[in-house]
């Protein structure tokens, strides 16, 4: 995930609409879950599935920056 978050890092300081690609990942841990809620809070990207599975990852992100939100 440390690759991920880098090149996050990196895209941050372009103001360039953001399509967060997840379309054939088959795991996703704690970790990468964070930094995925993390682009999509900042960024406001649309998330890109085509599976069940990516549907289910990028489900799960919204959902819970939505809870989060509602904590604030």
Request: charge should be negative; hydrophobic fraction near 40%; aromatic fraction near 4%.
């Amino acid at each position: 995930m440390a690759e991920l978050e880098q090149m996050w890092q990196m895209l941050s300081v372009n103001s360039k609409k953001l399509r967060l690609d997840i379309r054939g990942m088959t795991f996703v841990d704690k970790e990468g879950k964070r930094i995925l809620r993390d682009i999509v809070r900042a960024t406001g990207c649309e998330i890109l599935a085509d599976s069940p599975l990516t549907r289910q990852f990028a489900n799960e992100v919204v959902q819970t920056l939505r809870t989060l939100e509602e904590e604030s």
